[in-house]
């Protein structure tokens, strides 16, 4: 099994000036102790279920760079990209950009996003669900042109939502054949279908039953498209506390979820600024799931 760390906040003691050197030591903890990847959320108000909107939020792929000079093995992404924030190019081009800085460590995490209270909010165009869509699988078809061969290709696109004349990429990214690609989201009719057309990776929310369904509903759109269910890795997205958990219940608990079909669960962690929690985690918890 895989493990990632998930920050979806930056509310710590110190204030502004405190978070680049808080964010900075988590990184590098949770690269020591042996986690596969970083994520951080693309949005730029704090999200319900976290805490108020106005609590501080990083544009996510700056942050991603400042963690890429903060770590030297964990992979690094989004959790996930909300397609409308960017044209596909830049989407492409940035991905190119953290993995070539990071030595071949990037993901692309994107998503049809949701978050239309942020997007009215700064003045972000926040188009239909329906024309989300139809922007989040041009991005796609786009990302394998842009990371094809050696820079990319010659060939102009025209689609519905996009249009552009060259879609050249250079530098090429280290990561070979592309920058793999996770599609956030467990919409059975629209999500996984372009998981199975376009991803290397799935990320879907809910417990052991909720996930096993999931997972199953991509094995049948693999089967349609005639894609290999198990190029896909299967990741899953939870959060823990260790003050109200004990290590060997978490491990129980993701192992449930790896026996349900998840291969990489990513996870946030209450009180992660505290370095002890991650100490546990990388000592009690990390290899006690590697086995599976």
Request: proline share 5%; glycine share 12%.
């Amino acid at each position: 099994m895989k493990l990632g760390l998930q920050i979806p906040s930056f509310s710590w003691p110190g204030g502004t000036a405190a978070i680049g050197p808080t964010l900075g030591r988590i990184a590098r903890q949770a690269d020591d102790i042996g986690l596969d990847s970083i994520w951080v959320m693309d949005h730029f108000f704090q999200i319900r279920g976290v805490g108020p909107a106005e609590e501080p939020m990083l544009e996510g792929w700056t942050t991603l760079g400042y963690l890429a000079a903060n770590t030297s093995r964990a992979r690094l992404g989004l959790m996930v990209g909300g397609v409308h924030y960017r044209l596909p190019g830049l989407w492409v081009k940035a991905a190119t950009t953290l993995d070539v800085l990071s030595g071949g460590r990037a993901w692309l995490g994107i998503g049809a996003a949701w978050n239309e209270s942020e997007s009215r909010g700064l003045g972000f165009p926040f188009p239909p669900l329906g024309e989300r869509f139809e922007m989040l699988e041009e991005t796609l078809r786009i990302a394998h042109e842009m990371w094809q061969g050696e820079r990319g290709s010659e060939a102009a696109f025209d689609g519905r939502q996009f249009h552009a004349t060259r879609l050249m990429n250079s530098p090429q990214s280290i990561t070979r054949p592309r920058v793999p690609i996770m599609i956030g989201g467990g919409g059975e009719k629209k999500t996984l279908r372009l998981v199975a057309q376009y991803a290397d990776a799935t990320n879907v929310f809910g417990g052991a039953e909720a996930i096993a369904h999931k997972y199953e509903v991509l094995r049948e759109h693999c089967a349609a498209v005639g894609r290999n269910y198990d190029e896909i890795e299967r990741s899953n997205l939870q959060s823990i506390n260790l003050g109200r958990h004990a290590a060997s219940q978490v491990v129980d608990w993701f192992g449930e979820l790896s026996d349900a079909g998840a291969q990489h669960i990513i996870f946030g962690v209450a009180g992660v600024d505290d370095p002890r929690n991650l100490e546990t985690i990388g000592r009690e918890i990390v290899p006690q799931l590697r086995a599976l």
